[in-house]
């Protein structure tokens, strides 16, 4: 591939004349190559121009993982203007928070979406023009286009007079907001195609390999570190809307998958279920683990498993993705592995000075993937970006090898009596212990200390552990002042969109519940019978079990067996499935406020057992009709 490409847009017109009917996507039965992706994004670059868009301006769009996601986005950056992807999993304030900040003149969203901007219609002054993405019309409450008759009633070449430069901004992603409100972090194009070309230097990849995205598009996992690397290299992106254990396996093996790159929330789900012993993996070469640390012994039992080396990365938004990782010609178990190309990475103290091997500090990084900015930031900008380094907020080391180790967040620190207490050691304890399936400690104010760590442990289904037991083998791993002062036993942590604890949704939600109202939802359970569809359950033998807690829930079961269904009060004992929800949250998935998928990935719900067969339970039941 020989031309010179300084802008995606570049890259898409490279792409689509040297590998024009190469597939750049396939998502379920449909096939799109990368000329249909610079055809269909010149599409939507002219009706951008048609309505006034200009450079700099922002386009935001609220879309699920779909081809279309990649029209809009690279035809707002074909024409210099910014592609502001919002996540599928905000809501109407967060969504309004985005507008106030980025202005966007123009808003593009999934058709499932469309109820959120109904809400706050009255309230995004800023925005001239709302599309929605749908194949069908809709009866909506607000004026709209709709993108399948754009992207037909505009087809032609792009031409284009101010085509975008290296160094106009490409993206605005706004952050998940785990420590604030969300920011927006702007990528130029030449942020973008440094990060991509570090990313796949070290990738055992070649033009035409396939690789199986599940993450969401609109975060940087799934876009920076997977999908413009594909779009680098040429590679074929086998797509879905969303990530599923029971389908997982099925397109490795069906499309002969070379690489994926998922989250250890989703290695733990992948290890509940039996399918990938029952499938043809042997197309893998390689799985990508990053966004949170994954356990050493849970690395290993997954390679064991699975039949495939998982290298560990690390990386932030801030600086387009990936910053270290784990390679076949280096790897260490448990570090986040060594710079990329490219990238320089260090450990700084409080003064900024590099620290000795060994000595922990905050990890810093330089390089031309670093960030430009935050949206109309100019002081959070400078405390993040010194000297053209990068606080990444992460504390760790590096050892005489040269990979690297996280520690801890900078932010979640917990000083008790002036003595540094990481949670990250404490967590990696206790998970250790035999009854614990997840634990994140957090801060507890004191009066005589200061802080204290206080962990929140959600056990394994089936295992008891009590809070004397648990303090005991604390006590005998940990020095006395690590020992949290106290322990609070849940059903489920709280997640962002890929996996993460999110620690101040946690203490949020701590803090609510003792003044949370009851949701009701024995109702839910009561009308299931009605809802069934016995001729969608044919042949299914099967007993699921939900606790579902806050003062609303109860413990129900559901047994469906030769096309009859019955729900009882109580817990069966070996039950296929069991769920754990708090009410108000079961009430979303159940009457679709909700996806389940969301639902699970951010620990608003628990399923422990065969995971696969709860996607199936869903066809078995009508929706629920609400007033």
């Not at 009060?569 to 406020?593: F, H, I, M, Q, W």
Request: aromatic share 8%; charged share 25%; with cysteine.
């Amino acid at each position: 591939m020989s031309t010179e490409i300084l802008t995606l847009k570049d890259l898409v017109i490279r792409n689509a004349a040297e590998r024009g009917d190469s597939p750049f996507i396939l998502f379920y039965d449909e096939v799109v190559t990368y000329r249909d992706l610079d055809e269909r994004s010149d599409a939507f670059a002219r009706y951008l121009l048609s309505k006034g868009i200009v450079k700099g301006d922002i386009v935001a769009f609220m879309m699920a993982n779909s081809p279309s996601f990649f029209y809009v986005l690279l035809g707002a950056q074909k024409i210099g203007a910014i592609a502001g992807p919002v996540s599928c999993w905000w809501q109407d304030k967060e969504l309004q928070h985005l507008v106030d900040d980025a202005e966007p003149p123009i808003l593009i969203v999934d058709d499932e979406f469309a109820p959120i901007v109904s809400k706050i219609k009255e309230a995004i002054t800023s925005v001239k023009t709302i599309v929605v993405n749908s194949p069908s019309k809709l009866s909506l409450d607000f004026e709209h286009e709709y993108l399948p008759d754009i992207l037909e009633g505009h087809a032609g070449k792009l031409r284009h007079d101010d085509p975008p430069t290296p160094d106009d901004v490409a993206t605005a992603m706004y952050t998940s907001g785990t420590t604030g409100k969300p920011k927006g972090v702007l990528h130029t194009h030449r942020n973008i195609l440094s990060g991509a070309h570090s990313k796949v230097q070290v990738a055992p990849i070649d033009p035409g390999d396939r690789s199986l995205c599940v993450l969401p598009l609109f975060h940087s996992g799934g876009l920076n570190d997977l999908a413009y690397p594909c779009m680098y290299r040429a590679l074929t992106i086998v797509l879905r809307t969303e990530f599923s254990a029971s389908e997982f396996w099925e397109c490795v093996e069906r499309y002969k998958v070379n690489g994926f790159y998922i989250v250890p929330t989703m290695w733990n789900i992948l290890l509940r279920v039996p399918e990938a012993s029952e499938v043809d993996t042997s197309s893998l070469r390689f799985g990508l683990s990053g966004a949170a640390p994954i356990p050493p012994e849970q690395l290993e039992e997954c390679e064991r498993r699975f039949n495939v080396p998982i290298l560990e990365a690390y990386g932030s938004t801030e600086n387009t993705g990936g910053i270290t990782a784990n390679t076949f010609d280096a790897r260490k178990f448990g570090s986040i592995g060594k710079a990329l190309p490219g990238m320089e990475v260090r450990i700084f103290d409080e003064q900024d000075n590099e620290v000795a091997p060994g000595e922990i500090g905050e990890i810093v990084t330089r390089s031309e993937a670093v960030m430009k900015g935050y949206h109309k930031a100019p002081e959070a900008t400078a405390e993040a970006i010194k000297d053209g380094w990068l606080h990444t907020g992460d504390m760790g080391y590096v050892d005489d090898e040269g990979f690297f180790f996280i520690v801890d967040r900078k932010k979640d620190l917990i000083i008790r009596g002036g003595v540094n207490v990481y949670p990250k050691e404490l967590e990696t304890v206790i998970g250790a212990h035999p009854a614990v399936e997840e634990v994140a400690v957090i801060p507890e104010p004191h009066d005589k200390y200061g802080q204290v760590a206080k962990a929140c442990v959600v056990l394994e289904q089936g295992k008891s552990l009590t809070e004397k037991e648990l303090r005991a083998y604390c006590a005998s791993e940990l020095a006395p002042y690590k020992v949290p002062e106290k322990f609070l036993f849940r059903d489920r942590l709280p997640r962002n969109a890929i996996g993460k604890v999110i620690k101040k949704e946690l203490i949020r939600e701590i803090a609510e519940e003792a003044t949370a109202e009851a949701v009701p939802v024995a109702h839910l359970f009561e009308g299931m019978s009605a809802r069934f569809i016995p001729k969608k359950a044919k042949g299914v033998d099967a007993v699921i079990s939900y606790h579902i807690t806050g003062g609303g829930g109860g413990d129900w079961t559901v047994t469906i067996r030769d096309g009859q269904i019955s729900v009882t009060e109580g817990l069966a004992e070996n039950p296929r499935c069991y769920v754990v929800a708090r009410d108000s949250d079961y009430y979303d998935v159940t009457v679709g406020k909700m996806s389940g998928i969301t639902a699970v990935i951010t620990g608003k719900l628990s399923i422990k057992g065969d995971t696969g067969f709860m996607r199936k339970l869903r066809k078995m039941f009508s929706p629920v009709e609400t007033k």
